[in-house]
């Protein structure tokens, strides 16, 4: 270890555009940057303008030239349809080369947008990769929203080309596809050229002639593409996030910065080398399966392992310990959620029994906030470090966390651990003055964000401007709240706004309530995320009815229920709406969520004293006693 974490930041701060490019070094670019950063592009300006660069290329290809053909790239692991496979360097490169191939024979080129919606198969990894040799934009849409997410998200990226599978496999329960993906080009205004289908041996999708083609024979059939460098500040992908309304945000990552950012990470926080095995149990839907599954440890060199199943019943909670035993697993990464679907299942950790977990070196959380309970007991059962680390779709890669290459310092369950270099993170009040430490306020990083962060909106850099800078000028608002203590630990406490964390995955309120609202006999209602011993947050509806409408009330939550679950998803988790006479609210109408939030997680509703109507607050507390 050469330097210390107080160090590597210091430097760092000293030399921000320095630092940033020795670490680009460690990539092959097909043009050097001008500039480490030019203030003039994007929303807040973009990192090394004027370099040119492959991700893929230096993903795949240059670990194929450097020698390292065969040695493993990528390991899938699924338990739900009882198959492992493997794949080498080259056999990766050679598919994704096919892929890309398979995509360009049918026009897709440089700025293209292609939306993959795919199940946590080889080839939604290989489909990402494909996009990237090509200069294409790809768009990942998580497997748990339903067709009109995903027409809401072909609609705004217009992509030419969707890529899928027939289906995917949840416990218990086969999830056809095809038939959502038709549903959501029939809704969305905005129609795909082309469909490529990965035809899955569980279910077969019907294939429309013309539109929709067998991904592996178009596959089979190529002629593989070389790798097409693009501007650094090109976009690499778009991934939507849920905002603070119906409409998800675009969020765009760039080739250079993404490439630089992910690389330095692998060894500054995971300290994974090229010959060791990196897990990360997320989804390629996600920010943290786009950064650690596919990306960054195919950066590295390393071996990356995919996994299809769950934490627990797939068969069981020892499934995470069969995994690092017989991969050789060093990092896993993952959401609190899982560890304590796991510790619920088996608090003893008895199912560790007779896995050899000695390649296993550390647990990294990041999702919600690990619970100091679950974060101790992980790491007394595993006798691991256990790191929680802090991030963000926006943000690509953690703002905070603990850093193996520095030496780990003392880790307090319950923080996020410290800035990562790159980030100024400061606590800022409600006008934009910076707090003393301790002190608890709006989380925010003085701009500009590092190499890898999102450089603006899909479509709009002023979009992004009015999400993330505008209410304090110079500075990036994170949404989260929290403080910094006397060490330099982060605590994070919560969103600011109306987003909930449901087992690791970032809903909306706003979003559900805009559904609720739009049943006809919805009068008005709301939305909140109550505490879960499991998924950290559950949403729960209270929904004010139409007056007149005197239909069962048992019937019309099972029709809310179900709109959500059709609307938003399964992901959503929604599984409660009860109806109420009326809604707590200040005196200038603003529903009261917090008081409402309070009395679900059984505390004291604790009312502002602008509320006229306190026996709203009883109905509510009534309505939660009912439902039990
Ligand atoms: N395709 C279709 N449906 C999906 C899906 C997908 N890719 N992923 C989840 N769903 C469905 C589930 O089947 C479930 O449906 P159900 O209501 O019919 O049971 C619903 O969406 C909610 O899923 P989930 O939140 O995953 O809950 P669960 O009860 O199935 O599992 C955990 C609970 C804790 C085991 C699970 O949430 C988990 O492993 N979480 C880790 C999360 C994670 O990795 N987050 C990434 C951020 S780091
Ligand atoms: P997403 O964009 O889906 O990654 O969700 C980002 C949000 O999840 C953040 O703004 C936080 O509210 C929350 N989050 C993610 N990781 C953590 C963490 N380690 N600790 C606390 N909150 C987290």
Redesign the pocket.
Known sequence: MSQTYAEAYADWQQHPHAWWEQAAEALEWSKKWDRAFDPSLGAFGQWFAGGEISICHNALDRHVAEGRGDKTALIWDSPVTNSKQQFTYNELTDSTARMAGALAARGIGKGDRVVIYM?MVPEAAMAMLACARIGAIHSVV???FAAPELAKRIEDARPRAVISASC?I?PGRV?AYKPMLDEAIHLSAHKPEFTFILQRPNLAADLIADRDFDLLSEMANATPAACVPVKATDPLYILYTSGTTGKPKGVVRDCGGYAVALHNTMSMIYGIKQDDVEWC???V??V?GHSYIVYGPLLLGCTTVMYEG???GTPDAGAFWRMIAEYKVKALF??P??MR?IRQVDPELTMLDGHDISHFDTLFL??ERCDPPTAIWAHDKLNRPVIDHWWQTETGWAITANFRRYGLFETKPGSGGRPCTGYDLQVLDDNGNILPRGESGNLAIRLPMPPGCAPTLWGSDDNYRRSYISDFPGWYRTGDAGQIDADGDVWIMGRTDDIIN????RLSTGQMEEILTGHKDVAECAVIGAADS??GQTPIGFVVLKSGVNRPHEEIRKELVSRVREVLG??A?FKEALIVPRLPKTRSGKILRASIRRLADGQDANPPPTIDDLAALDDISSALAKAG
């Open positions: 199940p998580f497997g748990g995917g949840e999830v149990a997320s989804d839907g996600w943290v769950k934490p627990v993952t959401a959620t899982a679907a990041a999702g449901v087992a690791g995955h499991l998924k399964p992901v988790a």
